[in-house]
Every structure is written in structure tokens, then in C-alpha cells.
């Protein structure tokens, strides 16, 4: 416990003390008596005005009036005490003196003030529904309540003078302009940063008010005799509101208020607790006429049929203004995802046949990133009223994502979906003219069937997103409907990637190796890695089927570094056993060769297995390459190592010879499918080209896919040097490219 919670504890268990004293042990008149305790309550009150009156000097000079309105009144109150204190051995009377009555209601004009100033601040609170009706309601019950018990029956109480009922009656309408400022400032307390010190306040003036309003009572009750336990009450009044100032921290802070809590969920109880009260009340006195409790209850409840229908109509208000938020797209104003999944009764009871066809927009993205996201709003704002346009009555169009729309479409006959999807072809191809750009859009549709193909609205979204992906990637605009074989190639996909990621663990894969011969001797000078997966169960997989799927699953960094690995190891066992070193042809992907660590990883396999760098030469595809500056800096770093690069199936993609020719690469492939034209056209005069392209550029030629001995003739005669194909050798196990491998040199016999 610290040294202030002793403290306060301390004085409350003083007054305690000193009550208990005046009142049981004290053997005298009861003047005496009451000139003890009034000197305990005076005490009280002039420190509480000291502890206040020092706050008010330590505050910022806005709030420095709140702070002497409050010392004012503990002063007054204990102004008021001192002259009844004076009075008493002169006059030996224990009644209140009228001009302490008179002070303590000053007192009352100061709390009230320093409330009203400390309100005006923080006005802001008062002006929310909730809070004005919370605070009538209060007020009502409150007054309801002092009429009824206290000031109606002061009104017609006539054994007192006159002035001792005015005092009493103005005591009890300063007491409900002071509960009304303390419900609002616990209120505010809630609210306001740093102000938790002021709940002393609330409870000393919350004191004060029940100290009145006993006094009230007893006073109805001809009961009451000062020194009672009702001037305990007032005098711990009186500490809790010195407290107030004692325990102030001046706030460095701005003036700002907290975020709403938890807290202000129990906002509602007190006004219903009132009401409650105020109800038991009426029908403990309620004699079948209309009285104080009857009015103030009537009043109560004519709020809160106001505060409720004030709320309906808030509420629907904000469900509306929420539907709008989450069932239309803020841009176009059309359904959103969320809409379409709603949407769904309609579409199940339909009693035709539907569609539900996706529109992709094809290079929205391109655009957007190029002119700006006001240009990317504006394309599809054109593009929503376009497609609301051409679309018949009764189809419900919805904007399900940045750049994709979904359409549900009715229909009857089949060729109704192809009438709707090739207007809408037209209609989304044509030119855009947006903030003076020229705009041309490439739409892609896919199509799902209710319910041939599914009665669930998600599930016929997800199969026209399949039958829009799965379908040929080009840049031309199409539209695909769904087939069942879709989900047939998906699942087998997806079985191949599970089979696929448990591959290396299982050792399921070789390496096999297809030597590359010179031509003009048929001597070996190198081979190419490749890799084949043997699976358990289906046997020999082709490279085809599982290189894409290792691509876009991922895997293919794993099973390219052990492809390079194992390869290189081999490559190295052959030198060691005596074999004339060979260069080694290892197929990289454009995955692989993107990865930031790719140089690493191959400068790490050739310390672990100790092949030298010249004997390893890596194949790269052209696709590769579109990123020019980016390839040059990996090729670079490659050639650094001392490794040999080359592009493979040269000619068949899109690389310019500008780009050609400032990348630091080595040996140019002729693919495949050049090499088989020989056959029917010798004179071809695409491969003739890139081998005397190769040559102006000093770059080595390598001839791939030679099966005929007329293929290898032209090829020699138009001066490439290697090549490799089934006419030497398909590739082989390395126990197999062994018995290939004499010291020195093979030599391949062509039939």
C-alpha cells in the first residue's frame, strides 16, 4: 500500500473516530457535543479547500477556474460551519444557525459552477442522443422521486418556520442540479484522458446529495438532531472532494478524449435501474391516482419510446448503409463477391438452365500499372456500363474481383451462352479511349453450367475459373467451357506433385547421359545430363510430363541442384577412373536460374564434388534472357567461376539479336525441330544461318536431335562442329556411358 492510500485511509478512519467519540463518549451537553463535531467538519473543510486551492495554482490557466470554483465551495461549507461554531457557546442553541444555511447554499453555487465550467469544456458529449436521454432519464427518476417523498411533504410541513423550508426545499433543488452534473461527469470521466482523479469528486458531491437527502427525510420525520450520522456523511463529502485535488496530476497532455470501451456497454443499466426504481416506487404508494411517481414515470417512458425509435431508425439507416458496403462494389456500383454468393436462391430456383460465365480482363494490370490506378478505375467503370448494356433484361451482372466480372444467364438452347459470350467479345475487344490513351483490352471468358455441371453457386464459380485457366494461355481472345476432363487433368496434376515431392526422398530419380560427338571424327567431347524418374508404380515418367509441375509447384530449385550435383560427382568419377575429362551439359530452368543464390549454389556443388569449372557448362533457354540486364550480371558472375553457358533450342523463342549479342555465353543449340526439317528440305536455310550466325559471333555450335546420316552430312557440310542425337547414342545410364568411354577417345560408327 503506498504512502497516499495509507493517507486517505488514515482521515476516513479519523472522522470515523472522532464521530464515535463525540457520539458515545463525550458525557456532556449537547451543544458541546456538536461544537466538537462541527470542528471536525470545519477541519475537514478548510483542508480540502487548501488541497484545492493549491491544485488550481499548479493547473494550466484554462483549467484553473474549475479548480477555485471547487475551493470556494469547500471554503463556504466550512465558512458556514465556523460561524455555527462561533454562535454556539454564545447562544448554547443547537439549531442551525440561518446564516450557515445561507453559506452552505452558496457553496452549492460554486460546485454547481465549477461542474457547468468543467461540462462546458467537454460539451461535445452532451450533444450524442444517448446521452441526453440517459441523463433525462436521471433526471426524471430523480425528481420524481424528491417530490414525491421530500418535496411535496416540505410544502405542507408546517410545524417549522418558514425560512428553515425555503432553505430545505432550495437545498433539495440545488441537489438535483447537482446530480444531474455528477451523472454527467462520470460520464465524461469514461471518456477524458487523465481525469480518473475525479471520481473522488463524483462520490464527495454524490455524498453530499445523500447527506441532503436524508436530512430532508428526517426532517419530514421531525426525527432529525444535528451531530447525526447525516453530518458523518457530509463531512466525508467534504474529504472525497479535497481528495479531488490531492490526488490531481496536472496533464501535460492535450486536452483529447479515449476511444469508446467496453466499459460504456454498461451505459444502459443505470437509466433502466432508475426506471426500475422509480416503477417499484409507484406501486408501493400508487393509490389509483395520478401523483409525482405516476408523472415522472410516464415521462420516462414517452423517452424511451423516443430513444427507440430514434434508434430503429439509426440502425436501419446503417444496415443499409453496411448492405451497400458489403454487397456492391464501390467503384461501379455493381454486385461484389459477396452479392453473388447472395444471389444464389434466385439461381437455384431458376426454372431454365444457366451460365455462369467469368470475364477476365486480359492485360488490365498492364495498364493499370503503366497510367495509374485512375486509369485502372476508369477502364472498368467503361467496361461495367459496357457489359450492362449489351447484356439482356434478367441477367444479373457482378464485378467479383480487380479485374474480373461474373455473369449469371439464363437461357434455353445452348447457342444462346455462344450468342451472349461472342457479343461480349466484341463489345470488351473494342478500343478504349480513356484520358487520351488508346486502350485495347484482351477478354477471356470461361463458362460453367447449372446444373449440368453443379447446383453450388462457389462450385460452378470455380469451374469456369478452371476452364478460363486451364485452357491455352495466348494472347488471343477466347472463351472455354467447362469439360469434366478439366478436373480429370487437374487431379492427375496434383496426384503427380504429391508423387513428385516424395520422389527425391525415395531415390526414384537418374541421371542418364547423352554423349556429344564431333562430327567430323565422331570422337566424344562431352555429354548432356537428363534426368529420368522411375516411379515404383508407373514406371518411366517423361521429363515433359513432370518438369512443368515441378515448376510451378516449386520443386524445381530442389531437383535442379541434386540434377547439377549428381551429375557433376559422376562427371568427376569418370576423370578419377581414368577417362579424358568431357564437358558437362546441365539444363537449367528459368526458375532456377532467377533464384538469387543460383551462382552460390553452383560454385558450392563444385567444391563438394571437386569437378574443376571448365568441365561444366550450363543450358539456358531464350526465355530466359528477357530480362537482359539481369541475365548478363548472373551470366557474368557464371563465367567468373570459369563455367561455360549456352542457350538451348536456339531459334524457337523470342530473343533478338541485339540481346544476342551482349550476352557473355558460349555455344549456341540448334533444336530439334530444325534438325528434322533437313530431311525433307537439305537446303534449309534457318540452320545454315545460325551455325554462321554462331560463327560471326565465336560462339560454339551444337547440333541436338541428329538421327540419320544424312542429317549429320548436311550439318558437317555446313560446318557444324558437335552434335548429339539417337544416330550416336540415346541417353544411357553412366554404368552404360561407361562401356562408351575408352581412355582417350569413342568412336561411333554410322550404319
Known amino acids: 500500500m503506498n504512502l497516499l492510500k495509507f493517507f486517505s485511509i ?94 452552505w447554499i452558496g457553496a452549492y453555487f460554486f460546485y454547481f459552477s465549477a461542474l457547468l465550467f468543467k461540462l462546458r469544456k467537454t460539451s461535445a458529449v452532451l450533444a450524442r442522443a444517448s446521452y441526453f436521454f440517459n441523463l433525462a432519464i436521471y433526471m426524471v427518476a430523480a425528481g420524481s422521486i424528491s417530490y414525491y417523498y421530500l418535496l411535496h411533504p416540505l410544502y405542507y410541513l408546517q410545524e417549522q418556520s418558514f425560512w428553515l423550508n425555503a432553505v430545505t426545499l432550495l437545498f ?57 450520522w447525516v453530518d458523518l456523511i457530509w463531512t466525508l463529502a467534504l474529504l472525497f472532494i479535497g481528495f479531488t485535488g490531492l490526488y490531481h496530476v496536472p496533464d501535460k497532455l492535450p486536452h483529447s478524449f479515449k476511444p469508446n470501451r467496453p466499459f460504456f456497454k454498461r451505459e444502459f443499466l443505470f437509466p433502466y435501474a432508475s426506471i426500475f426504481l422509480l416503477s417499484l416506487l409507484m406501486f408501493e404508494s400508487y393509490d389509483w391516482r395520478f401523483n409525482a411517481l405516476s408523472l415522472g414515470w410516464f415521462i420516462i417512458f414517452t423517452f424511451i419510446l423516443v430513444r427507440q425509435t430514434i434508434v430503429l431508425m439509426k440502425n436501419n439507416r446503417l444496415v443499409k448503409e453496411l448492405e451497400n458496403v458489403a454487397y456492391k ?9 459477396s452479392a453473388f454468393l447472395q444471389d444464389q436462391f434466385d439461381f437455384k430456383n431458376h426454372q431454365n438452365s444457366a451460365a455462369l460465365i467469368l470475364i477476365h480482363l486480359n492485360r ?4 493499370m500499372d503503366a497510367f495509374g490506378h485512375q486509369v485502372g478505375d476508369q477502364i472498368i467503370q467503361t467496361m461495367s456500363r459496357r457489359l450492362s448494356t449489351v447484356l439482356p433484361q434478367g441477367v444479373h451482372l457482378f464485378r467479383t474481383s480487380e479485374n474480373e466480372f461474373t455473369i449469371l444467364f439464363p437461357y434455353e438452347h445452348e447457342k444462346e451462352i455462344h ?22 483490352l484482351i477478354p477471356r471468358l470461361g463458362v460453367s453450367l447449372y446444373p449440368r455441371h453443379s447446383r453450388d453457386m462457389e462450385e460452378l464459380q470455380r469451374l469456369a475459373n478452371e476452364a478460363l ?15 469434366q476432363t478439366l478436373s480429370l487433368r487437374l487431379l492427375q496434376h496434383l496426384e503427380m506433385e504429391n508423387h513428385l515431392r516424395n520422389a527425391l526422398q525415395r531415390n526414384e530419380f537418374e541421371v542418364y547421359y547423352q554423349p556429344k560427338v564431333q562430327l567430323s571424327t565422331e570422337n566424344i567431347v562431352g555429354m548432356e545430363a537428363l534426368i529420368r524418374w522411375k516411379h515404383p508404380e508407373f514406371g518411366f515418367i517423361s521429363p515433359a510430363e513432370f518438369i512443368p509441375i515441378a515448376e510451378e509447384s516449386g520443386l524445381i530449385n530442389q531437383i ?17 577412373m581414368g577417362f579424358a575429362p568431357l564437358l558437362l551439359s546441365v539444363n ?51 563465367a567468373r567461376l570459369g563455367v561455360q553457358t549456352s542457350i538451348d533450342d536456339f531459334g524457337t523463342g523470342y530473343s533478338s539479336l541485339n540481346v544476342l549479342e551482349h550476352l557473355p555465353i558460349d555455344t549456341l543449340k540448334i533444336d530439334k525441330s530444325f534438325v528434322d526439317r533437313l530431311n525433307d528440305d537439305p537446303s534449309s536455310p534457318i540452320v545454315k544461318t545460325i551455325i554462321e550466325l554462331g560463327m560471326n559471333l565465336n560462339l560454339s555450335i551444337v547440333a541436338e536431335g541428329i538421327e540419320t546420316a544424312q542429317q549429320k552430312m548436311i550439318l558437317q557440310h555446313y560446318g557444324c562442329p558437335i552434335g548429339q542425337g539417337y544416330l550416336f547414342s540415346p541417353p544411357v545410364e553412366a554404368k552404360t556411358f561407361i562401356a562408351l568411354l575408352p581412355t582417350e577417345s569413342s568412336v561411333f560408327n554410322t550404319p
Not at 465556523?82 to 446564516?99: A, E, K
Not at 471518456?191 to 445523500?210: A, D, M, S
Open 364 to 367: 488490365f494490370k498492364v495498364f
Open 560 to 576: 535442379g541442384e541434386w540434377v547439377l550435383r549428381t551429375a557433376c560427382a559422376q562427371n568427376k568419377t569418370f576423370q578419377t
Open 329 to 337: 462494389d464501390r467503384l461501379t456500383g455493381l454486385g461484389n463477391q
Open 172 to 228: 433539495q433543488f440545488a441537489d438535483l442540479g447537482i446530480f444531474f452534473c455528477i451523472v454527467t461527469l462520470y460520464y465524461l470521466i469514461q471518456l477524458e484522458r487523465n481525469t480518473h482523479t475525479l471520481i473522488f469528486l463524483v462520490i464527495g458531491l454524490l455524498l453530499q446529495v445523500i447527506g441532503d437527502i436524508f436530512f430532508v427525510y428526517l426532517t419530514i420525520q421531525g426525527t432529525y438532531d444535528a451531530g447525526e
Open 419 to 440: 450468342a451472349c459470350c461472342d457479343e461480349i467479345m466484341i463489345h470488351v475487344q473494342s478500343a478504349l479511349k480513356i484520358s487520351h490513351h488508346e486502350i485495347h
Open 469 to 483: 485457366y486451364r485452357s491455352p494461355r495466348t494472347n488471343q481472345p477466347f472463351y472455354a467451357f467447362y469439360d
Open 10 to 103: 488514515s482521515c476516513i478512519g479519523l472522522i470515523l473516530l472522532s464521530f464515535g467519540f463525540g457520539q458515545f463518549l463525550i458525557e456532556v451537553s449537547d451543544w458541546k457535543r456538536i461544537l466538537f463535531l462541527n470542528i471536525v467538519q470545519m477541519t475537514v473543510g478548510l483542508v480540502s479547500t487548501y488541497w484545492l486551492f493549491k491544485t488550481s495554482q499548479r493547473v494550466a490557466k484554462e483549467n484553473r477556474l474549475f479548480w477555485l470554483f471547487l475551493s470556494g465551495g469547500t471554503f463556504f461549507s466550512a465558512f458556514g460551519t465556523l460561524v455555527w461554531i462561533v454562535l454556539l457557546p454564545m447562544t448554547h442553541s443547537i439549531q442551525t444557525p440561518v446564516i450557515s444555511s445561507t453559506l
Open 588 to 638: 537449367v530452368s528459368s526458375l532456377q536460374f532467377q533464384n538469387p543464390l543460383f551462382t552460390q549454389m553452383v560454385e558450392q556443388v563444385l567444391q563438394d564434388t571437386g569437378l574443376q569449372a571448365q568441365w561444366l557448362e550450363l543450358e539456358i533457354t531464350e526465355s530466359i534472357v528477357q530480362d537482359i540486364q539481369e541475365s548478363i550480371t548472373i551470366l557474368q558472375e557464371l
